[in-house]
């Protein structure tokens, strides 16, 4: 097994929409760094059809464009407003292209392992090939999308069972009795489109939730939702807002087509995108059902005491958090996640770092640049103001502030990880106000030359 030396790079793990604004914002301050993908292009789970993607090909952005795009890198102007997801993919490769950073991306290559280097801040990144890299630090770019959350529902199932990430097109559902289990925005979707190509459908969900319109009065939710924040409405008003707006744009509440009533108080659990979900439960297309008691061979009995017979059962369960490559050992676990500052920082290893691992109710790319942008500028600080990096290690270390807006979110795996995003977005912007960036000059750094490099053995 050879050994090299990369100490005066980061390594990032995953080309996806977090790893490369990982990568541009840390060759914005003139910090080199290597990006390893396993897939042979940039796109992480939008490259629809791979294995490291999670999505079906019908889906679309939840978040309007103007809330998913990066900081500086408009999405087109002749983008809908919910973008598709090839033209998702077109968006981050573009982004990729713009910034230069195809020349730093090794495809096709995997991680097995990432350890700390004991008594040194490095870390040894294990790849396949038998290569052992020594780094100076690791960006976990990998997305939470990797570890399907499947049901343990008791009895047997003599169809087909898939998870949503393994579903990608209908074709598996025409003329059969589907059931799609989960009431999040991937199992609402694929319950939707169902009902265009399947015999029946059923959908079971275990729990009440709020459905949002992906439009309002002509304008994305996530506009509406915006506003209150922007004029710091408190929580109290906010809920009465928009509960009452929820009930003038929608066709009605979940309870009337057979769906449970949420459980919970307006924005304390991630709520459902859905434009037409609500239009074929009233139609007869879809039909709603209660959570699973038991698989009986070609049934499925419910939580009611009701059965149908169901040829495919899709689980739209969720995913656990999963790190594969590293030893829970080396992070402080609390039950379902690791322990970090802002979901970032590990106080235990100054030189790891996690990009992109949060849920919340709105654009997920936005945020990753933010935090980027901090991780970039407070490596920078390290050498060029450590004062004001000390200030960031205090925090890091100390800090137990939550960015939940004063919600207290449903204690499910589901809302581990999620955030008030703009009690978030603020915090992030405050702590990169107070770090000194590199002059707009700065180069990005170049890629490393690997054929001159010398391999020592390990």
């Excluded at 581990?416 to 992030?428: K, T």
């Amino acid at each position: 097994m050879t050994q090299r030396d990369f100490s005066s790079r980061y390594c990032i793990i995953g080309a996806g929409a977090a790893g490369i604004t990982a990568a541009k914002n840390l060759g914005a301050q003139g910090i080199a760094f290597d990006i390893i993908e396993r897939e042979d292009d940039v796109g992480g789970t939008w490259y629809f059809g791979r294995d490291s993607s999670a999505i079906y090909q019908s889906v679309h952005m939840i978040s309007s464009k103007t809330f998913s795009e990066y900081t500086d890198f408009p999405m087109p102007a002749d983008y809908p407003t919910y973008a598709r997801a090839d033209q998702a993919l077109d968006y981050l490769r573009s982004y990729a292209r713009r910034f230069r950073l195809y020349e730093h991306i090794e495809f096709g290559r995997c991680v097995f392992e990432i350890k700390p280097v004991a008594g040194s801040p490095l870390w040894d990144v294990v790849l396949d090939r038998g290569e052992v890299r020594r780094y100076k630090g690791v960006l976990v770019c990998n997305g939470h999308l990797c570890k399907p959350q499947m049901p343990a529902y008791p009895g047997h199932f003599d169809g087909l069972q898939l998870h949503s990430a393994q579903y990608k097109t209908p074709d598996v559902l025409k003329g059969k009795r589907v059931l799609v289990v989960g009431a999040g925005n991937s199992g609402c979707d694929i319950a939707v489109e169902a009902v265009h190509h399947a015999q029946a459908v059923f959908h079971s969900t275990r729990r009440g939730y709020f459905y949002w319109p992906k439009f309002l009065f002509g304008i994305p939710a996530d506009r509406w939702a915006e506003w209150p924040l922007k004029m710091r409405m408190p929580l109290w008003l906010r809920r009465f807002a928009g509960e009452r707006l929820l009930r003038l744009t929608t066709a009605g509440q979940p309870e009337e087509y057979g769906l449970p009533k949420p459980d919970h108080r307006l924005f304390e659990s991630h709520f459902i995108i859905n434009s037409t979900l609500f239009y074929h439960l009233g139609h007869g297309d879809l039909k709603a059902r209660p959570d699973v008691l038991e698989l009986c061979g070609d049934r499925v009995r419910f939580r009611d005491g009701s059965e149908d017979r169901v040829d495919v059962i899709v689980y739209a369960t969720g995913f656990e958090l999963s790190f594969p490559f590293i030893d829970q050992a080396y992070l402080s676990w609390n039950k379902s996640q690791p322990q970090l500052y802002l979901n970032m920082f590990d106080a235990q290893h100054p030189n790891l770092f996690f990009i992109g691992l949060f849920q919340t109710s709105t654009g997920n790319w936005p945020l990753m640049d933010y935090q980027s942008q901090l991780v970039a500028r407070y490596l920078r600080a390290r050498d060029a103001a450590p004062q004001q990096a000390k200030r960031l290690d205090k925090l890091i270390r100390n800090d137990r502030s939550d960015w939940n807006g004063g919600i207290q979110f449903t204690p499910t795996q589901r809302h581990s990880i999620e955030l008030e995003h703009f009690a978030y977005r603020a915090q992030l912007k405050r702590l990169i106000r107070k770090l000194p960036g590199a002059p707009a000059a700065t180069a990005m750094p170049p890629p490393l030359t690997r054929l001159g490099e010398e391999a020592t053995q390990a």
